[in-house]
């Protein structure tokens, strides 16, 4: 007689920070699609409601990414809900800084480096107590390796962000792998000022002659933080179409 056997697939679990447009929304629907459970955070209400509405496989919190308390409630109800959080991706990201750093409000740098740089240390040290298994993915960007005008606390935070990448990768090591990725001019909402004057002729900017699309960050995401990239820790891959050439 033969016997039937059955294999007992178990979702694993990833929390996107910021998921409710550009790379952030991308990503979360590239894990969805992959068969994962998907979390997602907003600072806003009514923008996490209307993904949750267009999307039912997706889940998700109000929780601001510069907000301990958020984080730790967050990590903690997600691994009640499923039994285990995978994969943490720090997207969240904000720019009120723009201007000359001897210009700038510097309350608008201190909300710039409190989201950007001190968000992902804290929901990566909250995932980690709430039982993270797998992996952290930090979105950084090619404005952490390259300085440019107009940018610099934002660059600062996101260079920082590059460095801790690595720090974290050290001291979560072997257990959790930490890596990151570092976009060029993507087509989304917080870098439309830097493409939406003259789209072409910020493509140009680039070798391929074309800005980024959010898909192409979230499918590098998702390797990043699969099984595929196993072997992989401690590294930043810059994605930015030939930008830095």
């Given at each position: 007689m033969r016997n039937n056997y059955y294999t007992l697939t178990i979702m694993k679990t990833a929390l996107v920070t910021g998921g409710t447009r550009g790379i952030g929304l991308s990503t979360a629907q590239k894990f969805i699609d992959e068969g994962w459970n998907v979390y997602i955070t907003s600072r806003k209400e009514e923008n996490l409601q209307s993904v949750l509405s267009a999307n039912t496989k997706i889940k998700g919190f109000v929780a601001r990414a510069d907000d301990l308390a958020a984080a730790t409630e967050t990590c903690k109800k997600i691994v009640d809900e499923t039994g285990s959080l995978d994969v943490l991706i720090n997207n969240a990201g904000t720019n009120p800084s723009g201007g000359s750093l001897l210009d700038v409000d510097l309350?608008?740098?201190?909300?710039?480096?409190?989201?950007?740089?001190?968000?992902?240390?804290?929901?990566?040290?909250?995932?980690?107590?709430?039982?993270?298994?797998?992996?952290?993915?930090?979105?950084?960007?090619?404005?952490?390796?390259?300085?440019?005008?107009?940018?610099?606390?934002?660059?600062?935070?996101?260079?920082?962000?590059?460095?801790?990448?690595?720090?974290?990768?050290?001291?979560?090591?072997?257990?959790?792998?930490v890596n990151g990725v570092a976009p060029a001019v993507v087509k989304t909402k917080l870098s439309e000022m830097l493409w939406a004057g003259d789209e072409q002729g910020s493509a140009d900017l680039h070798a391929l002659k074309?800005?980024?699309?959010?898909?192409?960050?979230?499918?590098?995401?998702?390797?990043?933080?699969?099984d595929d990239s196993a072997w992989i820790t401690g590294e930043v891959v810059t994605i930015d179409g030939g930008f830095l050439l």
């Open positions: 309350s608008a740098v201190q909300k710039t480096w409190d989201v950007n740089l001190m968000g992902p240390l804290m929901w990566t040290r909250e995932a980690v107590k709430a039982g993270l298994k797998e992996s952290v993915l930090n979105v950084c960007s090619v404005g952490g390796i390259k300085p440019s005008h107009y940018m610099g606390a934002y660059n600062i935070s996101k260079a920082g962000l590059i460095y801790m990448t690595k720090q974290l990768a050290m001291e979560l090591a072997p257990d959790i792998r074309k800005l980024g699309e959010p898909e192409d960050i979230a499918s590098l995401i998702y390797f990043l933080s699969s």
